[in-house]
């Protein structure tokens, strides 16, 4: 199946996020006509050991291609979302209104820290109507399976690796570590019958049947 999204979101709760989740699908899919936006809800940098993580980010994306114009940062502060369910929507009833995606990209529903459960509520809220996958942050989903497989290439596996390497906050935890992102990948890629491949679980697909 041929996919595609006019205007593409990915929303993260914190610096990181995405690029786990996403990395390698964004430095696919930046070398293509594709509008897009990466949207991380906080800067996780309340939290004194955290202070650094803006700035990786930046410098993560960066090598993911992400120009600065394209990443944004909410206002919300980490490990207490659930707090702020209603300010979250609304946060994203405006972005649906001044971005109008037609592809999101947000916390799978298997994840269980609070920040990304939430996110993933209010995400399914706020989109009705609008196709939403879930990706995979593995150090805090339990369960998680993919049923939406994207094919990716080693260049862009590569890529990803690269820009995690930016995180020189996280550079000892286990969820960083080169092989294991690349190990994830090529177990999709398994999955899908190629070499390497980007998983999400499917929160809600809207489509229209077409002959071509």
């Given at each position: 199946m041929n996919f595609f999204g006019k205007k593409v979101l990915f929303l993260g709760a914190h610096p990181d996020d995405i690029e786990?989740?996403?990395?390698?699908?964004?430095h696919h899919i930046v070398k293509q006509r594709t509008d897009f936006l990466c949207v991380t809800l906080s800067e996780n940098r309340k939290i004194p050991d955290l202070i650094n993580v803006k700035d990786e980010h930046f410098r993560s994306m960066k090598v993911l291609g992400v120009p600065e114009d394209k990443i944004a940062f909410g206002p919300f502060i980490t490990r207490v979302f659930p707090d702020a369910r209603q300010e979250i929507l609304e946060y994203f009833l405006k972005l649906r209104k001044d971005f109008k995606p037609d592809l999101i990209f947000t916390h799978s529903k298997q994840d269980v820290h609070q920040d990304h459960n939430?996110?993933?509520?209010?995400?399914?809220?706020?989109?009705?109507?609008?196709?939403?996958?879930?990706?995979?942050?593995?150090?805090?989903s339990y369960g998680f399976f993919p049923h939406f497989l994207v094919e990716v290439t080693e260049e862009d596996v590569?890529?990803?690796?690269e820009a995690l390497a930016e995180y020189e906050t996280y550079r000892d935890r286990y969820y960083f570590?080169?092989?294991?992102?690349?190990?994830?990948m090529m177990r999709h890629g398994?999955?899908?019958e190629c070499p390497f491949a980007e998983g999400f679980d499917i929160l809600r697909i809207v489509g229209k049947f077409g002959e071509n």
């Open positions: 786990i989740g996403c990395g390698a699908l964004i939430t996110m993933t509520d209010e995400s399914l809220r706020a989109f009705r109507g609008i196709t939403v996958l879930g990706y995979d942050v593995v150090r805090s590569n890529k990803k690796i570590n080169a092989e294991l992102t690349r190990s994830i398994a999955l899908a």
